[in-house]
C-alpha cells in the first residue's frame, strides 16, 4: 500500500528509479513517455510530466525533441568527466540589442528550451572585450560559443579544447580545430533566394553583399554568393559581374541596401529585373531606393531579402526573404553537447541547418 503522504510523481520516479536499476529499459530505446506514464500509473499527463522533469533535474535521464527521453549511461562518470549541469551561450561581441533579434532570440528561446527539458540551467556569459575572452571555471558546465570571423579567437579555441571544455560553435566555424560546430546553410539559403528569382522567369538579376570586395567576404556572404552562382549554373544563365555589388560596412545597415540599389541599377543599360539582397536591413534600404526611383515592387522589380527580421512582415510590399531556421540551430547545439561530443577530440560532429524561403509580396513573375 503506497504511502499517500509521498505525491505521485515521487512514487512515479522512485518506481522508475527502481526499473532503470533493474535493467528494464534499453539504453538506445526511449523510456515510456508522459501519456504511457499516465497510464502505467492511472494518474494526470501532468503529474507524469512532472516525474519525467525531475529524473531529467537529477540527471538519470535527458530529452531529445520528437524522439523521446532516454536513460543516461554511467559511461561519463567512469572516464572522471562531470555531468554537464549548466551551458553557457557565450559572446564577446554581441550587443544586447543584436541578442534581441530574431536571428538569435530565436536560437536562445530553443536553447533554453532544450535545457529546461534536460533539468539543464541556460546561462549568457559575455566573455570579455576586445580580444581577452574568459569562460566560466564550472567543472559542470558546456558552452555555445559565438565565435567571431576574426584569427584572434583561435589561440582561445586552441586552449579551451585542449583543456577539455565541452564547446560547440555557431555561426562560425573551424573545422581544422575538430571543435563541434551548428551552423545556417548559408551556400543553401543563397540557392533558395536566387532560384526563386530565377522560377519567376527573371534572367537579369542581381545581388548585393557586404564586404572589401568580392573576393572578401566572410564565411556567411561568401557562401551566399556560391549558392547564387549555383542557381544561375543550373538555369543556365552566364554570371554577370556586372550584376554584383558588394557594400563595405561593419554593420548590416537600410544605407547600404539603398546606395547598393542605386549602384547596381545604373551601373548597366540592361539593369535587372530582380535582385537577392543578403539581408533585410539591405533589403529595406533597396526597397526605398526602388520606390524612390518611380519603380513598382514587385511590378518592376523583385525582391528577396535575408535573415527573416519581424519587421518585415510588415513592409510594404512585405518582404519575400530567407529565414535561417536558427531556432533549431540552437536546438541542435544544445543536443550535441549534452548528448552527441565525441569521445575522440579529433572526431568532427557537425550540422548545418538548411534555411526556409518565406515568399511574400515582393516578389512576382517577370513581365513579358
Given at each position: 500500500?503506497?504511502?499517500?503522504?509521498?505525491?505521485?510523481?515521487?512514487?512515479?520516479?522512485d518506481?522508475?528509479?527502481?526499473?532503470?536499476?533493474?535493467?528494464?529499459?534499453?539504453?538506445?530505446?526511449?523510456?515510456p513517455?508522459?501519456?504511457d506514464?499516465?497510464?502505467?500509473?492511472?494518474?494526470?499527463?501532468?503529474?507524469?510530466?512532472?516525474?519525467?522533469?525531475?529524473?531529467?533535474?537529477?540527471?538519470?535521464?535527458?530529452?531529445?525533441?520528437?524522439?523521446?527521453?532516454?536513460i543516461?549511461?554511467e559511461?561519463?562518470e567512469q572516464?572522471?568527466?562531470?555531468?554537464?549541469?549548466?551551458?553557457y551561450?557565450v559572446?564577446?561581441?554581441?550587443?544586447?540589442?543584436?541578442?534581441?533579434?530574431?536571428?538569435?532570440?530565436?536560437?536562445l528561446d530553443?536553447?533554453k528550451?532544450t535545457?529546461?527539458e534536460?533539468g539543464?540551467?541556460?546561462?549568457?556569459?559575455a566573455?570579455?572585450s576586445?580580444?581577452?575572452?574568459?569562460l566560466?571555471?564550472?567543472?559542470?558546465g558546456?558552452?555555445?560559443?559565438?565565435?567571431?570571423?576574426?584569427?584572434?579567437?583561435?589561440?582561445?579555441?586552441?586552449?579551451?579544447?585542449?583543456?577539455?571544455?565541452?564547446?560547440?560553435?555557431?555561426?562560425?566555424?573551424?573545422p581544422?580545430?575538430?571543435?563541434?560546430?551548428?551552423?545556417?546553410?548559408?551556400l543553401?539559403?543563397?540557392?533558395?533566394?536566387?532560384?526563386?528569382?530565377?522560377?519567376?522567369?527573371?534572367?537579369?538579376?542581381?545581388?548585393?553583399?557586404?564586404?572589401?570586395?568580392?573576393?572578401?567576404?566572410?564565411?556567411?556572404f561568401?557562401?551566399?554568393?556560391?549558392?547564387?552562382?549555383?542557381?544561375?549554373?543550373?538555369?543556365?544563365?552566364?554570371?554577370?559581374?556586372?550584376?554584383?555589388?558588394?557594400?563595405?560596412?561593419?554593420?548590416?545597415?537600410i544605407?547600404?541596401?539603398?546606395d547598393?540599389?542605386?549602384?547596381?541599377?545604373?551601373?548597366?543599360?540592361?539593369?535587372?529585373?530582380a535582385?537577392?539582397?543578403?539581408?533585410?536591413?539591405k533589403?529595406?534600404?533597396?526597397?526605398?531606393?526602388?520606390?524612390?526611383?518611380?519603380?513598382s515592387v514587385?511590378?518592376?522589380?523583385?525582391?528577396?531579402g535575408?535573415?527573416?527580421?519581424?519587421?518585415?512582415?510588415?513592409?510594404y510590399p512585405?518582404?519575400?526573404?530567407?529565414?535561417?531556421n536558427?531556432?533549431?540551430?540552437?536546438?541542435r547545439a544544445?543536443?550535441?553537447?549534452?548528448n552527441?561530443?565525441?569521445?575522440n577530440?579529433?572526431?568532427?560532429?557537425?550540422?548545418?541547418?538548411?534555411?526556409?524561403?518565406?515568399?511574400?509580396?515582393?516578389?512576382?513573375?517577370?513581365?513579358?
Amino acid at each position: 500500500m503506497s504511502d499517500k503522504s509521498v505525491p505521485m510523481y515521487q512514487h512515479i520516479i522512485d518506481d522508475m528509479k527502481l526499473r532503470i536499476k533493474n535493467g528494464e529499459f534499453e539504453l538506445d530505446k526511449p523510456i515510456p513517455n508522459q501519456i504511457d506514464l499516465a497510464k502505467m500509473y492511472n494518474t494526470s499527463e501532468i503529474t507524469s510530466r512532472r516525474a519525467l522533469a525531475e529524473l531529467a533535474n537529477e540527471g538519470i535521464i535527458f530529452r531529445i525533441r520528437g524522439k523521446g527521453s532516454f536513460i543516461k549511461d554511467e559511461e561519463s562518470e567512469q572516464t572522471g568527466q562531470s555531468a554537464i549541469r549548466t551551458v553557457y551561450f557565450v559572446y564577446n561581441d554581441l550587443s544586447v540589442d543584436a541578442l534581441n533579434r530574431r536571428y538569435w532570440s530565436d536560437m536562445l528561446d530553443t536553447m533554453k528550451e532544450t535545457c529546461d527539458e534536460n533539468g539543464v540551467n541556460f546561462y549568457l556569459w559575455a566573455s570579455g572585450s576586445g580580444d581577452h575572452y574568459t569562460l566560466p571555471d564550472d567543472p559542470n558546465g558546456a558552452f555555445v560559443l559565438v565565435t567571431s570571423q576574426f584569427n584572434s579567437d583561435q589561440p582561445y579555441l586552441e586552449a579551451w579544447k585542449n583543456e577539455g571544455r565541452r564547446i560547440v560553435t555557431v555561426q562560425f566555424y573551424y573545422p581544422h580545430l575538430s571543435i563541434p560546430y551548428v551552423i545556417a546553410d548559408n551556400l543553401t539559403g543563397g540557392f533558395l533566394a536566387t532560384h526563386h528569382l530565377l522560377s519567376l522567369g527573371h534572367k537579369r538579376t542581381g545581388i548585393i553583399l557586404t564586404g572589401k570586395s568580392m573576393l572578401d567576404l566572410n564565411q556567411e556572404f561568401s557562401l551566399r554568393l556560391q549558392g547564387y552562382r549555383l542557381a544561375l549554373q543550373q538555369h543556365k544563365i552566364p554570371f554577370d559581374s556586372e550584376l554584383v555589388c558588394v557594400m563595405d560596412g561593419s554593420n548590416e545597415s537600410i544605407d547600404m541596401g539603398y546606395d547598393g540599389f542605386k549602384q547596381l541599377y545604373q551601373r548597366t543599360d540592361n539593369p535587372p529585373t530582380a535582385i537577392f539582397v543578403t539581408s533585410d536591413l539591405k533589403a529595406m534600404g533597396a526597397l526605398k531606393a526602388a520606390q524612390d526611383a518611380g519603380l513598382s515592387v514587385p511590378d518592376d522589380i523583385s525582391l528577396v531579402g535575408y535573415d527573416d527580421l519581424r519587421i518585415s512582415s510588415f513592409t510594404y510590399p512585405h518582404l519575400t526573404t530567407i529565414n535561417q531556421n536558427t531556432s533549431q540551430i540552437g536546438r541542435r547545439a544544445i543536443e550535441i553537447l549534452l548528448n552527441e561530443l565525441p569521445e575522440n577530440p579529433n572526431v568532427l560532429v557537425k550540422d548545418e541547418i538548411v534555411p526556409k524561403l518565406i515568399v511574400r509580396g515582393t516578389t512576382r513573375t517577370v513581365k513579358q
